[in-house]
């Protein structure tokens, strides 16, 4: 059964963030005139991003069956069997990183804690986006299959290899052959992590990126292994305990071990569920709702879900600033 580990943290800071003076010299009255009109110009001329053509919106979209145990939603009835676009035709805006694979930053050498932390934002960010697209991909063909399966059509040859190893990987039951129980079960999990959470649990776990288990193991998350050799072996490991801080070649692998333990992990079944419902519902994903669903994730209970919510702020804090700022140098 795999685990966490958490070591000794450092004790956090208040969050800062990048701070930049401007200042407009007079100008004539008429160029202040061509300067708004020209930025209202340009404003206008921006087009608002079409949502229903990304990938996430086309997911966003999809009628999804009760869980099990639960009473159809009024009006819900039977679901949609619409085919969906292609792949390659829907667009997606997050970060390439599939071609490198980024070191992870000295965070342990930044004496500056507010320009650490922006730098962890944004670092952890990038990778958590890459790896939600990832699994957003494989969310598409999990709905592109059951809405055929919806239309009589059950995944044959290379689709219902496609669904075997799925399941595999999720830790789900093939058992007989592609059903309505299968098809709800895996879309409970293959869904992705916001970055709001994802963010507060690495930096948490990883001492903002300057653990020991980050600096030498790519290790952003505190994920243990059982085989010895396969990590670095904990200063304060318990007598008769075996249990490793797994390493990774990169700080992506980790990322992308987080997110599959969280999505097939029996211990984080309820983390699972909210989401679920958050879907069905169709108010976006909450990452402070959802962190009621990680107290198995540590021994300390609700502090942790506490700790998780007050990174979430502060990030929530520095997305703002950050957007302002960008807006000011547009403006």
Request: charged share 30%; net charge neutral; with cysteine.
């Amino acid at each position: 059964m795999q685990a966490l580990f958490r070591e000794e943290h450092m004790h956090g800071y208040p969050m800062g963030s990048r701070r930049m003076s401007r200042w407009i010299p007079a100008r004539a009255a008429l160029s202040l005139l061509l300067i708004l009109v020209a930025f209202l110009g340009g404003c206008g001329d921006r087009p608002a991003e079409d949502e229903a053509n990304t990938l996430r919106g086309v997911l966003q979209n999809v009628k999804l069956p009760p869980l099990k145990g639960d009473l159809p939603e009024k009006g819900e009835g039977g679901v949609r069997g619409d085919p969906l676009p292609k792949l390659d035709e829907i667009e997606s805006k997050a970060p390439d990183l599939s071609e490198r694979f980024p070191e992870l930053p000295d965070f342990s050498g930044m004496l500056d804690v507010q320009e650490k932390k922006r730098r962890f934002f944004d670092f952890m960010s990038d990778l958590l986006q890459a790896e939600n697209v990832r699994i957003r991909k494989e969310r598409f063909q999990l709905v592109k299959l059951y809405r055929a399966f919806l239309r009589g059509e059950a995944p044959e040859g290379e689709d219902r290899d496609w669904l075997q190893s799925l399941c595999r990987k999720y830790r789900e039951s093939f058992g007989d052959g592609a059903d309505m129980e299968l098809f709800r079960n895996l879309l409970v999990k293959v869904d992705i992590v916001p970055l709001d959470l994802g963010i507060a649990q690495a930096a948490n776990e990883s001492a903002w990126g300057a653990s020991r288990f980050a600096r030498m193991g790519n290790n952003l998350f505190g994920q243990w292994c059982f085989e010895q050799g396969c990590g670095l072996v904990p200063l304060r490991r318990s007598a008769g305990s075996t249990h490793e801080v797994k390493t990774y070649p990169s700080p992506r692998l980790s990322v992308r071990d987080y997110m599959k333990n969280l999505n097939s992990h029996p211990a984080y079944r309820e983390f699972r569920v909210i989401r679920y419902r958050q879907r069905k519902s169709g108010s976006g994903l909450d990452g402070s709702e959802l962190a009621e669903g990680l107290l198995a994730y540590s021994g300390i209970g609700h502090e942790y879900v506490s700790r998780l919510r007050s990174i979430m702020e502060q990030y929530e804090t520095y997305r703002a600033k950050a957007q302002a700022e960008d807006e000011s140098k547009q403006g």
